[in-house]
């Protein structure tokens, strides 16, 4: 029998109880869930395939996948994205949970995840029965030989981006010991320093121009606010994706065929993502700004939609502090004991929100 952890998320109510009591009302930054509009374009190809009688496809619509594939190529600089390579999934908080499994690691295989990490890859070893590893140095590992590799970048929580030279050691690192790479980029188009632009773990600067041993995962939901849709894909290594794919059509695990549709128009579409980066620039930037002015240093953070702040106490210590303000924040305990004397700030509040939260501090 295996167990989870707690819910994180539940251990915050009280505070989130205590910041809704301020008289200007609760500041969330704690989450990090879209809260603008989806795009029209996107909406109305959702609307416009409604009528779906007939069971999808698993593997998605030739026109999602070629849309997939464009966008890698046009945007993440993926030369050789192959639609073929490409699976849709039902966002990929799913994927990550269920990817050891569905990649057959189970009992005595070792899955590998940075020490500072979304909880999910912890939940998706324990459902597989896996043995987890937190470890930022492969090097450190020694004779270990694990069955999967993920890596983060940029991260979630402190939105560190990892260069390409990095990347590649790892992936070397893993070629040469048969692991699998899986590399979570939900956040590749929102980099923040243009001297350390994120990068894909498929690009030829990191791959070498082979997919082989590595997926890479990315999401719509921070890209294009479809958070509530429920859309992501997964591409790489065409033999992993295939094998992944026939699981996936045993266990019925489909992306209906509206939001397919939707997801299609997404990636098909730059312009309102753009548009969506200068929300986020300038949220950034005031609540950057205002943390700093209230004794708070800001480390990384050079990309994603968060920053990773301390004041050089206990996060919950921290925490309670901002909640006697109205402003909820992310313990950094929820994401590794490494990160107990930081907290997670969300920057996906409205303007009106951020502006809120700037004037209290």
């Known amino acids: ?38 795009p029209e374009p996107i909406r109305a190809a959702l609307v416009e395939a409604s009528n779906a009688p007939g069971y999808p496809a698993t593997y998605g619509t030739p026109r999602l996948r070629e849309s997939v594939a464009g966008w890698l190529r046009r945007r993440v600089g993926v030369t050789g994205a192959d639609p073929d390579a490409v699976l849709p999934v039902i966002g990929t908080k799913e994927l990550v949970a269920w990817l050891p499994t569905l990649l057959g690691a189970g009992p005595g295989d070792t899955v590998v995840f940075p020490e500072l990490a979304y909880p999910t890859y912890d939940v998706g070893v324990r459902l597989a029965r896996a043995e987890p590893l937190c470890s930022d140095g492969l090097l450190a590992l020694g004779p270990v030989r694990p069955k999967i590799v993920w890596v983060n970048s940029p991260s979630n929580p402190t939105g560190k981006v990892l260069p390409a030279e990095h990347l590649r050691k790892v992936v070397a690192w893993a070629r040469e010991r048969g692991s699998i790479v899986i590399s979570d980029e939900c956040y590749l188009e929102f980099g923040w ?68 549709a939707a997801m299609a128009a997404a990636f098909d579409d730059d312009a309102h993502v753009d548009e ?39 996060c919950w210590d921290t925490v309670a502090h901002l909640a006697s303000l109205g402003v909820l924040v992310g313990p950094g305990e929820f994401y590794g004991p490494a990160g107990a004397r930081h907290v997670r700030i969300a920057f996906t509040a409205t303007d009106e929100r951020v502006a809120a939260a700037v004037e209290r501090l």
């Not at 890209?223 to 290594?237: K, P």
Request: charged share 25%; net charge positive.
């Open 1 to 38: 029998m295996f167990t989870l952890p707690d819910f994180p998320w539940d251990r915050l109510a009280p505070y989130k109880e205590r910041a809704a009591g301020h008289a200007g009302g609760i500041v969330d930054l704690s989450v990090g869930t879209p809260v603008d509009p989806t």
């Open 193 to 260: 320093d243009p001297d350390n632009p994120p990068i894909s773990v498929l690009h030829p600067d990191v791959c070498g121009g082979s997919h082989e041993g590595l997926l890479a995962i990315n999401s719509l939901s921070k890209r294009s606010n479809m958070a509530g849709y429920r859309a992501g894909f997964v591409t790489g290594d065409p033999a992993l994706v295939k094998r992944l794919l026939e699981v996936r059509k045993h266990a019925g695990m489909i992306v209906p065929a509206p939001v397919q």
């Open 276 to 314: 969506q980066r200068e929300r986020y620039r300038r949220r950034r930037a005031a609540l950057r700004a205002a943390f700093e002015g209230h004794g708070f240093r800001v480390d990384h953070s050079e990309a994603s939609l968060y920053l990773w702040a301390t004041r050089d106490e206990p």
